[in-house]
């Protein structure tokens, strides 16, 4: 034979490609052998390499009946070839092309001869790539050889290929063969089948398996893991990605790092997403991590973005909350460090001032000291004021300490002395100083004095040793172990932590509490404004949560969540108001688990209640494996508090327990309270809780609780709980296959006690008790069974449950009878960023009163990794909430990382607050990213009827918040909430966002309008504008009027000369101090206030410098629509000062305020020269005298007369303890044996 048809090129074509992968396979022109072997792996799919055209392919033009049959080709063993799909492809062609030259030219000849075959080579194609076997690569490219008159039509799984991909085609005319590539087709989980056909012609197909990479990451600190806690020391890492192999993976992938203290250092890759990414290159990548303040055990994480997938195993459902839960990831690592105390050199800096002179002519202290009438009449008064700061080594333990005699040390310039001192960001007006500087308090303290000395133990995973006195929280009281025996707060006073080996023993007193209040609020789906039940809240005492719980199961909180001032939203201390930087939507729909709705858990102390005092203890023996991985660490703990509330004493203690297992935990508590209160007198209970979580392997988890609370039992600076209830089950799911599992539960609730009462009357419902009233008894129970399996189809998920619930009541007969219920759920990916979800509820029988026939539909929509988008509805039928229906669409973010995971905050130590620091802002990172640095989010939700009525937990009624433990009272009113919003952040020179929300209901409407804008007009002028308005947000608010303000800033510096400065600024106010109170009186009042200041610093030379200030308030007060007051107010200020020489300097400065509505004028003017006899040492003499005129009150008044005043600048004592020994210059090298 000497000539080949062209069908015997492309067989051949095929079979030696297919040699590369099909080592097995001999072709001859007569006849195919196939060496026979046993399958490796029979779970791969069989492949045909062409299907049987043996008229065509393989026969001789002298015998073309010869009939002959291609047999199966068998896989022994597949690897991935290591070469570039387009490289193999280039290959192939190369190769073929070569045996194609050698054969004789006259095919063409024998092709027409051919011309009655049943199919035209024109009809032909064969797929080159991929090849048959498994991929971990979600996309591959196709390639394709035919001919070129062919159409080719290309299908993956059934479908045809998206025209949309890149292609390519390399043409070879003078052998009619085409070959086309399409690049990265994206290929289904599991098998995918690649078919090819051309028109008229036989299809083609190759069946290619992916699988996901099981990718492993690591994380490990490069040398030292041990770093002072100073801010500024970094520690650094290193982290590998590898596949099952142990090899390096060989793509670009991006790490989500986080860490429970500190910050990574360095340039984000994406820094529009939660966390901080860093790009892994070829299975590597590296981080640096800078200390906080603190001293701590530091917890990093690091998580795959695109390799990261859930545990295969259906996760248990969330019948009770778990402070211990989070998300489970393969591709997650954890490393533990810590940041040591850092012992640095001693400093020491402030100032002693000693003043004499004339009593109330004291004017450059404070504008209250000046013209003070009982001060006036005084001859010669002797003030001496100190303000010290220090801080130093002493002996392994660090020396904190800070003293002002004149004032408390967290007090502001606006007067403000709140806990932890910090800024809002309504202080934050002005970003013009353009050095990025940072302020972080040291010495918290709300009176005049901080102490603390601290060192860290030199024993692995312990906590700092130190005792102090100051501001605190109490994390040590609220360990993952602790519940119902926890302690969330923020005091002042004593506290002291020391470590006796493993014995950690924690004490604290607080010696200045006010009234303590816990309220709890349903939100209405907008940001604000939300009211406490107090007015005259103690500045940064509050504790703000969110917390999530089943809408027909009080008590049963699911997740709870901490907000953080300035992050997460500003409060009004005077008023009692919240505004939150996004909405809080009253409920949360998940198409494939139970309806929820949110509550807002607000705890905080107020000047209304009694002051107290408050004593503390706790003993924990920690069970240390000698690493530095607390959440490794057994421990046994007891704790005890008191607090003296004069007639309502508290007192609570509890024993706890946390045992860690190989892929699990144990934990358990009792807790005993005791307290008066007004209507049972002094009462006492106690509350009970165990719980188990174990994990055996990767596909069968489990979970076992007992959780037990009597009726009289309190405490109001934890979780959500129902007193009166105790409840018991287990739950256990596990795989069976790849893309099977199952679940079963067992749950049984009891109720009994007494429910909170309904309050009705305004008086009542606006001046709430600390503690509710008691109202009806409840006796009930529930037992629910439930047994359901969940197949993998595709990529879709079918899931069918089946739940029985039997319920006793012993009061009357609402919750009374056993019901069944068939749930079936349905999650289908449309897109491969659209899944659909559905579940329908349906009673088998009778109807349970709580859970009726309900069909919930929901569209998820993936925006960008870790951000999803979601549209739900769900109708009710039957039962209690008969004819409702529920709609929502919001942003979602995915929780990725543990529970560690601290957000920016007011806190000094935040890691160990309740032990549920899960989520940063929930404004920021819930947004959608349109493009660099431009983010909306849209919300929108949606309630038909309102949700009220009974429950097992007692009766739901309308009110503006309900106090202590009675959340299970709380409903939701219908009605309709719509959001938007933008924010621009990618310009460094101009930073804006805006939102819009509206809530519109029978029970009244909420408007709430947010805009803030700031950036640079030109180099050395920076404008910024902020505006907000909004109402009252709580239930039966809707008479409150709307409170607004609007702020608009210029500023003036030039970079380039600081010899002028100046500051202007307006401020328009509505309604700033509208209160719930005003509805009490049937009467509303309001005001509207303009505020004008414009202040400029002028410094021509070295030697002078002129500043000068004006400001003006204009307000108008309203009552009941029939009074009217108007009142303004004027300030003007001017000062002078000349420096003679260095050691010598002049000032002067006179000030003026006015009222002239209230017929009231104030003047003083100060001179005043000094000397410098040292650096740190000045005196001055000078002379003051003001007068004032008041009408209404004290009439007029004056004073005048010389002082003396001695300023010491401290920065060196007790023998130069604040002096920093600086060693001298080198002068040359240094010449080794020198002496």
């Known amino acids: 034979m000497k000539n080949l048809s062209l069908n015997k090129r492309y067989f051949i074509f095929t079979a030696c490609s297919a040699m590369i992968v099909f080592p097995t396979v001999s072709v001859s022109a007569q006849s195919i052998v196939i060496n026979d072997k046993a399958v490796s792996n029979p779970g791969l799919p069989q492949l045909n390499l062409v299907e049987n055209d043996n008229h065509i392919l393989f026969s001789s033009s002298e015998s073309q009946t010869e009939n002959l049959s291609l047999e199966k080709v068998i896989i022994q063993d597949f690897s991935v070839a290591k070469e570039d799909d387009s490289a193999i492809v280039n290959k192939k062609i190369s190769e073929t092309e070569n045996k194609l030259n050698n054969l004789n030219i006259e095919e063409k000849k024998q092709q027409k001869q051919n011309a009655s075959a049943p199919l035209s080579i024109n009809n032909q194609v064969s797929i080159i790539t991929p090849q048959a076997g498994i991929t971990n690569k979600g996309t591959t490219n196709i390639s394709i050889q035919h001919h070129p008159s062919a159409d080719i039509n290309i299908e993956v799984n059934g479908k045809p290929i998206d025209k949309s991909l890149s292609s390519y085609v390399h043409k070879d005319e003078s052998q009619e063969l085409h070959t086309t590539i399409w690049y990265k087709v994206p290929l289904s989980k599991g098998e995918n089948t690649i078919t090819a056909q051309a028109q008229g012609g036989n299809a083609v197909s190759v069946n290619v398996i992916f699988q996901e990479q099981k990718a492993k990451i690591s994380i490990n600190p490069v040398g030292e893991s041990r770093i002072p806690a100073d801010g500024r020391s970094n520690i650094d890492f290193r982290g590998n990605i590898t596949d099952e192999n142990g090899k390096l993976i060989e793509k670009d992938v991006i790490v989500t790092l986080n860490s429970n203290a500190g910050k990574f250092i360095g340039a984000d890759y994406k820094p529009d997403a939660a966390g901080f990414q860093v790009l892994a290159r070829n299975g590597e990548f590296t981080a640096s991590l800078q200390a906080g303040n603190q001293a701590q055990a530091v917890k990093v994480s690091a998580v795959l973005e695109s390799l990261a997938r859930r545990t295969s195993v259906r996760q248990l459902s969330a019948t009770i909350y778990d402070k211990n839960n989070s998300s489970q990831f393969d591709s997650e690592a954890v490393s533990y460090v810590e940041f040591v105390t850092n012992l640095r050199p001693s400093l020491a800096t402030g100032v002693i001032n000693l003043r004499i002179g004339a009593g109330g002519t004291d004017y450059w202290g404070s504008f209250r000291d000046f013209l003070n009438p009982e001060e006036i009449d005084k001859d010669t008064t002797v003030d001496l004021d100190a303000a010290v700061f220090a801080t130093g080594k002493v002996g392994e333990w660090l020396f904190t300490g800070a003293y002002n005699s004149d004032r408390p040390l967290n007090q502001d310039c606006n007067g403000d002395n709140r806990l932890f001192g910090g800024v809002q960001s309504c202080e934050k007006q002005y970003p013009v100083y353009g050095d990025d500087s940072t302020v972080t308090n040291t010495a918290p303290s709300i009176d005049s004095v901080y102490a603390r000395i601290e060192r860290t133990p030199d024993i692995k995973g312990a906590e700092p040793d130190y005792f102090m006195w100051g501001d605190y929280n109490t994390q040590e009281f609220a360990r993952q172990s602790q519940l119902y025996s926890a302690t969330t707060r923020q005091l002042h006073g004593f506290k002291g932590n020391f470590n006796l080996g493993n014995l950690q023993v924690t004490g604290l007193f607080a010696n200045n509490i006010e009234g303590f209040q816990r309220d709890t609020i349903t939100p209405d789906g907008t940001s604000g404004y939300y009211f406490v039940s107090r007015r005259l809240v103690i500045p940064g005492s509050e504790s703000i949560f969110i917390e999530t719980e089943e809408i027909n199961r009080p008590g049963t909180v699911i997740k709870r969540k901490a907000l953080y001032r300035g992050a997460d939203y500003e409060i009004d201390y005077d008023r009692g108001t919240i505004l939150f930087r996004r909405p809080i939507f009253a409920t949360e729909l998940n198409p494939l688990e139970a309806t929820l709705v949110n509550r807002i858990v607000v705890t905080y102390q107020n000047e209304a209640g009694e002051d107290s005092q408050l004593y503390g203890g706790r003993l924990q023996y920690n069970l240390r494996n000698g690493k530095a991985n607390p959440d490794r660490t057994a421990f046994l703990g007891g704790s005890y508090l008191k607090e003296e509330q004069g007639a309502q004493d508290f007192e609570l203690y509890g024993v706890d327990f946390y045992a860690p297992l190989a892929s699990g935990f144990i934990l ?453 629509n029939n009074f009217t007051s108007n009142s303004s107010l004027n300030l003007a200020q001017l000062r002078a000062n000349y420096q003679l020489g260095y050691r010598t300097d002049l000032a002067i400065e006179g000030r003026w305020i006015g009222q002239p509505t209230q017929d009231f004028s104030e003047f003083g003017v100060a001179v005043e020269a000094g000397y410098y006899l040292t650096p740190d040492f000045r005196v001055g003499v000078g002379y003051a005298f003001g007068s004032a005129d008041d009408r209404d009150f004290t009439g007029y008044r004056s004073a005048g007369g010389p002082y003396l005043n001695v300023s010491f600048k401290v920065n060196e004592l007790f023998g130069g303890f604040g002096r920093q020994k600086v060693a001298p210059p080198q002068q040359q090298e240094s010449l080794k044996g020198q002496r």
């Open 668 to 1120: 358990g508590e009792y807790a005993r309270s005791q307290h008066n209160t007004l209507n049972f007198g002094d009462v006492s209970g106690s509350a009970y809780r165990i719980e188990a979580n174990a994990n055996i392997g990767s596909g069968f988890k489990s979970k076992a609780y007992y959780r037990s609370v009597t009726e009289n039992f309190a405490n109001n600076a934890t979780w959500s709980f129902a007193p009166g209830q105790t409840r018991y089950g287990a739950d256990i799911a596990a795989n069976i296959g790849n893309s099977t599992s199952f679940q079963v539960g067992y749950d049984h609730e009891e109720n009994f006690g007494i429910a909170p009462a309904q309050r009705t009357q305004l008086f009542d419902l606006f001046n709430p008790q600390p503690l509710p009233t008691p109202g009806s008894q409840v006796d009930n129970s529930l037992t629910t069974v439930r047994a359901g399996i969940q197949q993998q189809i595709g990529d879709s998920d079918v899931k069918f449950e089946y739940v029985n619930r039997s319920r006793e009541d012993r009061v009357n007969n609402v919750f009374e009878g056993t019901a069944s219920q068939l749930v079936s759920s349905l999650n289908v990916p449309l897109t491969e960023s659209i899944n659909f979800r559905a579940q329908n509820e349906l009673n088998l029988e009778d109807s349970d009163p709580l859970y009726p026939n309900r069909t919930t539909l929901g569209l998820d929509w993936r925006l960008y990794p870790g951000v999803t988008m979601r549209l739900a509805h769900q109708f009710f039928d039957g039962g209690l909430l008969q004819g409702n229906n529920i709609t929502s669409l919001d942003t979602l973010v995915e929780h990725k990382f543990t529970k560690d995971t601290s957000i920016s905050g007011r806190y000094s130590i935040l890691s160990g607050i309740d032990g549920m620091n899960d989520q940063g802002s929930i404004g920021l990172n819930q947004r959608i990213r349109v493009a660099p640095g431009l983010r909306i989010d849209l919300g929108y939700e949606r309630v038909l009827n309102d949700i009220f009525g009974n429950t097992a937990a007692g009766v739901r009624f309308a009110q503006p918040y309900a106090t202590g433990q009675s959340a299970s009272s709380l409903g939701l009113f219908e009605g309709s909430t719509y959001s938007v919003g933008m924010s621009y952040t990618d310009n460094p020179n101009f930073n804006a966002n805006a939102r819009f929300e509206y809530r519109d209901g029978n029970q009244g409407n909420n408007t709430v309008i947010t805009a803030a804008a700031a950036g640079k007009i030109s180099s050395a002028l920076t404008a910024a504008v902020r505006y907000k308005q909004a109402g009252g947000a709580n239930q039966l608010l809707d008479g409150l009027a709307d409170t607004a303000n609007l702020r608009v800033g210029l500023a003036y510096r030039d970079p380039k000369s600081d010899k002028f400065n100046a500051l202007l600024k307006y401020e328009y106010r509505q309604n700033p101090s509208t209160t719930p109170d005003t509805l009490l009186f049937g009467s509303g009042n309001g005001s509207i206030d303009h505020l004008f200041s414009a202040e400029a610093i002028y410094a021509p030379s070295w030697r002078w410098e002129f500043y000068g200030k004006y400001a003006f308030r204009n307000s108008n007060s309203y009552l009941a």
